[in-house]
């Protein structure tokens, strides 16, 4: 689930040069950026996401207009989304989605799950940071029911937990986003999905109600733009969220642009100077970010996020996720491969015929489930089509397999034989991508063993 960048600032054509090092203002305030941009994206999407109201309809403020949201509450999407939909970007049309934005400072929260039985499921969990730190479902803990008690690392654990029935989970930051997918079956199976979601629950330890109001800090239309307002809400998520002890010394050079915890955070230079680094940082750290990948697979294929539970110290690759895929699983979970190019590095284009051929025993390598899904490639959502198919993969009881393999077709004009018909995935008359999903890979995607079919414009 990628939040949509519409409302973004606009990045320059070119991407800006690298501070030189001598000029050690602009280097620090690069570095700050870089640091610290998934928390202010964060806290970006908590204002855009966070529920307003709670199940009777209440909003936690006076006013729908009002910062105050509500926390430790799950949301549960109900329709599988479709070109319809416009508030995530290459948004996944197999999965219904359970989210919800977790504060773990005050007490523990216990997450309940219901005996899933062959379906897959997935509760992600990002720290502020957006590191994919854990997750519960069918890789990890299995598909039967369970409780799970969610904890900051700071604060003990209750004396009275009974280990035997509870699995604690530690938590790096003290506000967490919770993202989970069900696996849907189609149209026919979302009020079977439906029943299933509603046995997940969250709560205190006791059983007691979780929910309560929160000061997101933000307007939902807020982007990244003033300087000084961009340190303000980073330094608020610092205060709530410290990085480990290990990266604090690096921080702590960030006062000079005023980003920091507490007292630190007054800039060293003169506050229009520092600010006007941290300002143009900004925007040259936007404009690289904003760069598109190379294709490095083979085939026009590529990976845009690879992770595993934490980035590490490779904070700029953080932030280039945080900006571009926020929200993504880590790569034991999910691979999203995608392709904008053919095989010969031609942009993908809707009014030309492409084959994807995959040779028998080459099919992608997945434990859960594999699918393929069309983008257009100037909105980056699904695309309308007469036959509503937006996504084809290994659960697609229509697809026609032959001797060498499972053939696809990609074009906005149908295929007049039938048989290609039913491996025909519509695309958009103009410009497209597609994103092949991985759940669960195999060891040949994780290692980079797999041999990628290249995608073949034939007319």
Same mark, same amino acid.
């Given at each position: 689930?990628?939040?949509?960048?519409?409302?973004?600032?606009?990045?320059?054509?070119? *991407?800006?040069?690298?501070? #030189?090092?001598?000029?050690?203002?602009?280097?620090?305030?690069?570095?700050?950026?870089?640091?610290?941009?998934?928390?202010?994206?964060?806290?970006?999407?908590?204002?855009?996401?966070? *529920?307003?109201?709670?199940?009777?309809?209440?909003?936690?403020?006076?006013?729908?207009?009002?910062?105050?949201?509500?926390?430790?509450?799950?949301?549960?999407?109900?329709?599988?989304?479709? *070109?319809?939909?416009?508030?995530?970007?290459?948004?996944?049309? %197999?999965?219904?989605?359970?989210?919800?934005?977790? #504060?773990?400072?005050?007490? /523990?929260?216990?997450?309940?799950?219901?005996?899933?039985?062959?379906?897959?499921?997935?509760?992600?969990?990002? %720290?502020?940071?957006?590191?994919?730190?854990?997750?519960?479902?069918?890789?990890?803990?299995?598909?039967?029911?369970?409780? &799970? =008690?969610?904890?900051?690392?700071?604060? /003990? =654990?209750?004396?009275?937990?009974?280990?035997?029935?509870?699995?604690?989970?530690?938590?790096?930051?003290?506000?967490?986003?919770?993202?989970?997918?069900?696996?849907?079956?189609?149209?026919?199976?979302?009020?079977?999905?439906?029943?299933?979601?509603?046995?997940?629950? =969250?709560?205190?330890?006791?059983?007691?109600? @979780?929910?309560?109001?929160?000061?997101?800090?933000?307007?939902?239309? +807020?982007?990244?733009?003033?300087?000084?307002?961009?340190?303000?809400?980073?330094?608020?998520?610092?205060?709530?969220?410290?990085?480990? @002890?290990? +990266?604090?010394?690096?921080?702590?050079? &960030?006062?000079?642009?005023?980003?920091?915890?507490? #007292?630190?955070?007054?800039?060293?230079?003169?506050?229009? +100077?520092?600010? @006007?680094?941290?300002?143009?940082?900004?925007?040259?750290?936007?404009?690289?970010?904003?760069?598109?990948?190379?294709?490095?697979?083979?085939?026009?294929?590529?990976?845009?996020?690879? !992770?595993?539970?934490? &980035?590490?110290?490779?904070?700029?690759?953080?932030?280039?996720?945080?900006?571009?895929?926020?929200?993504?699983?880590?790569?034991?979970?999910?691979?999203?491969?995608?392709?904008?190019?053919?095989?010969?590095?031609? /942009?993908? %284009?809707?009014?030309?015929?492409?084959?994807?051929? &995959?040779?028998?025993?080459? =099919?992608?390598?997945?434990?859960?489930?594999?699918?393929? $899904?069309?983008?257009?490639?100037?909105?980056?959502?699904? !695309?309308?089509?007469?036959?509503?198919?937006?996504?084809?993969?290994?659960?697609?009881?229509?697809?026609?397999?032959?001797?060498?393999?499972?053939?696809?077709?990609?074009?906005?004009?149908?295929?007049?034989? +039938?048989?290609?018909?039913?491996?025909?995935?519509? @695309?958009?008359?103009?410009?497209?991508?597609?994103?092949?999903?991985?759940?669960?890979?195999?060891?040949?995607?994780?290692?980079?063993?797999? $041999?990628?079919?290249?995608?073949?414009?034939?007319?």
């Amino acid at each position: 689930m990628f939040l949509s960048t519409s409302a973004r600032v606009l990045a320059p054509e070119h *991407p800006a040069t690298p501070p #030189d090092p001598a000029n050690s203002l602009a280097a620090v305030a690069r570095d700050a950026v870089v640091y610290t941009l998934p928390l202010f994206e964060m806290a970006r999407s908590r204002a855009t996401t966070c *529920p307003r109201r709670d199940d009777s309809g209440q909003f936690a403020g006076e006013t729908p207009d009002s910062t105050l949201c509500w926390v430790n509450r799950l949301m549960r999407d109900r329709q599988l989304l479709g *070109p319809q939909h416009r508030k995530v970007v290459t948004p996944n049309n %197999d999965t219904l989605y359970i989210s919800g934005w977790l #504060d773990v400072g005050e007490a /523990p929260l216990l997450i309940s799950v219901p005996d899933t039985g062959d379906r897959y499921y997935v509760l992600g969990l990002l %720290d502020f940071y957006t590191n994919p730190f854990s997750s519960i479902g069918t890789r990890t803990t299995g598909n039967g029911a369970g409780k &799970f =008690l969610l904890h900051y690392r700071d604060m /003990p =654990l209750p004396a009275d937990i009974d280990l035997t029935e509870i699995t604690p989970i530690a938590c790096p930051t003290r506000d967490v986003w919770m993202i989970g997918r069900v696996l849907v079956e189609g149209p026919q199976d979302l009020q079977a999905v439906h029943a299933l979601q509603d046995r997940f629950l =969250l709560t205190t330890l006791d059983g007691g109600t @979780a929910a309560r109001r929160f000061d997101v800090g933000m307007d939902r239309r +807020e982007t990244v733009g003033d300087a000084r307002r961009y340190a303000e809400v980073v330094n608020a998520a610092l205060l709530r969220n410290p990085p480990p @002890a290990t +990266e604090r010394a690096y921080l702590s050079k &960030f006062a000079a642009v005023g980003i920091g915890i507490g #007292d630190s955070s007054k800039p060293a230079a003169r506050d229009d +100077e520092a600010f @006007a680094a941290l300002g143009a940082a900004l925007e040259q750290v936007i404009a690289e970010l904003d760069v598109p990948h190379p294709s490095a697979l083979g085939g026009g294929w590529f990976l845009p996020v690879e !992770v595993r539970d934490s &980035f590490g110290d490779d904070y700029f690759a953080r932030a280039h996720v945080c900006w571009n895929y926020i929200g993504a699983l880590g790569i034991e979970e999910a691979m999203y491969f995608s392709a904008d190019c053919d095989s010969e590095g031609r /942009p993908l %284009d809707g009014r030309y015929t492409y084959e994807l051929a &995959f040779p028998s025993g080459g =099919l992608p390598q997945a434990k859960a489930f594999w699918s393929l $899904t069309m983008y257009d490639k100037a909105s980056c959502m699904l !695309v309308d089509n007469v036959i509503d198919r937006y996504s084809v993969g290994d659960r697609s009881q229509q697809l026609r397999y032959s001797g060498t393999g499972l053939t696809l077709r990609l074009s906005a004009q149908s295929p007049q034989d +039938e048989t290609l018909q039913c491996n025909w995935l519509p @695309a958009p008359a103009a410009p497209f991508y597609v994103t092949l999903r991985v759940y669960i890979p195999g060891a040949a995607h994780l290692e980079h063993r797999y $041999t990628w079919p290249p995608i073949r414009r034939i007319d």
